[in-house]
């Protein structure tokens, strides 16, 4: 039995601006914390989750003040439970961990369903467009107020690995180790277009109102047709195939003169119908809008990639990158691009590429292959 945990929250009452020139009246942060916080702060870890993911990396947390039912009984359990923990890759016997959820998120930290106090009603559509740079800068904000100067390390995957990489070049005094796991250098012109795909099908719901759909209907099939245009990118077609069941469900509310045809279309609509119940479209819309206009070099305000990453160097920074074989989101291709641009930088770098059948999701369903290699970077 996992041991519980509970979300902290960060507030910090200044206004805080935004790359696209807005101005949030203040900011407030979920994030959770494992270990213990050595005297000189020195042991810290900042984590990064991916698109969907939350701040509740490890453990059983039952329940998030003022998020509503979007805390679901799948969420209770940490998303990275067998990589967190005493003896684990990322250890608590040694490390001191904090994972914040982001900035425009819907599970505790300021995003379109909270409250403006402008106006006393949800920000909705009026909520700003966020970016990887504008996460950096909110969770400086969040290590200040904990008393963490240089952490020994970030961890990010998939969406995570960009923030981590943006957090790395723009900040790299404050950072010793990089772990960059399944992400890329700059958003592909591929990833561009399914994203946009996304963004498609929850704009044309016609629950969507803009945005501003608070207390009515949300727009959930067009949240559910963007979660099943991206799943396939998470996880590997021959895994489809062993998970999808046998029967045929016939989704009777949605399709009117369609039949569904077999059990991989019928695993889809699952997939999709069960996501709208725990994330929010809003949200969902500002992180894949961070992540499709991502460049790590203008995230960076850097004029080149060696320009980006020599500070990195001059720090003294280490890096594992991690691809995997299989992965049809974050090709390995890209992995390799942002390994070439670190040495040509002079920064030391590994790079690792995990064999497995499983896809994108292979950093979540197999912890056995990247525990040594984390476990010796972390040290």
Same mark, same amino acid.
């Given at each position: ?23 949030l009246?203040g900011i ?6 494992? %270990?213990e #916080?050595? &005297? ?5 870890? !900042?984590l ?7 701040h509740? $990396? *490890?453990?059983?947390n039952p ?5 509503g ?5 799948e969420?209770?359990a ?15 016997d040694?490390?001191?961990i ?18 403006n106090?402008?106006t ?5 559509a009026?909520?700003p467009s966020v ?8 969770f400086?904000l969040?290590l ?11 961890v990010?995957?998939?969406? %995570?690995? #960009?923030? &981590? ?5 723009? !900040? ?7 772990i960059?796991? $399944? *992400? ?7 990833n ?16 969507f ?7 009515k ?22 895994a ?14 949605i399709l009117?003169?369609?039949?569904v ?25 500002r ?5 499709s ?5 203008l ?18 920074q ?6 995997i074989?299989s992965d ?26 995990v064999?497995?059948?499983k ?12 525990t040594p290699?984390?476990?010796w970077?972390?040290?």
């Open positions: 039995m996992s041991a519980d945990t509970s979300t902290l929250f960060f507030e910090s009452p200044e206004p805080f601006s935004l790359r696209d020139g807005s101005l009246p407030t942060l979920a994030y959770e914390t494992w %270990g #916080l050595n &005297a000189d702060g020195s042991n810290a870890i !900042l990064f989750h991916a698109l969907s993911g939350s509740h $990396a *490890a453990g059983n329940s998030i003040p003022g998020i039912d979007l805390w679901q009984p969420l209770h940490g998303w990275w439970e067998e990589m967190i923990g005493p003896g684990k890759a990322i250890d608590t040694t490390h001191f904090i994972c914040p959820n982001y900035l425009g998120g819907c599970y505790g930290s300021i995003g379109p369903a909270s409250i106090p402008a006393e009603q949800p920000w909705g009026s909520f970016s990887a740079a504008d996460q950096v800068n909110a400086a969040l200040d107020s904990l008393g963490i100067g240089t952490l020994h390390g970030l990010g995957p998939s969406v %995570g690995g #960009l923030v &981590a990489t943006t957090f790395a070049t723009r !900040l790299p005094e404050r950072v010793r180790n990089v960059n796991i $399944a *992400a890329g250098f700059k958003t592909t012109v591929l561009k277009l399914i994203l946009f795909e996304q963004i498609l099908a929850i704009e044309n719901d016609p629950n109102n803009g945005g501003d759909f608070y207390g209907q949300p727009p959930l099939y067009g949240l559910a047709l963007a979660r099943m245009i991206s799943h396939k990118t998470f996880v590997h077609l021959d489809i195939e062993n998970r999808a069941r046998r029967d045929i469900i016939q989704p009777d509310d009117a003169w369609y039949r045809q077999d059990q991989f279309q019928s695993y889809m609509l699952h997939q999709g119908k069960k996501f709208v119940q725990r994330f929010d479209a809003n949200t969902y819309l992180i894949i809008d961070l992540w206009k991502y460049n790590a070099v995230e960076g305000d850097a004029e080149t990639p060696e320009d980006l990453f020599a500070p990195c160097a001059a720090a003294g280490k890096w594992l990158v991690f691809s074989d049809f989101c974050f090709y390995p291709e890209e992995q390799s691009e942002l390994v070439s641009h670190l040495e040509k930088s002079g920064v030391e770098a590994m790079h690792i590429t064999h497995s059948t896809g994108h999701d292979s950093f979540l369903l197999e912890p056995e292959l990247y290699h984390i476990a970077a972390l040290k």
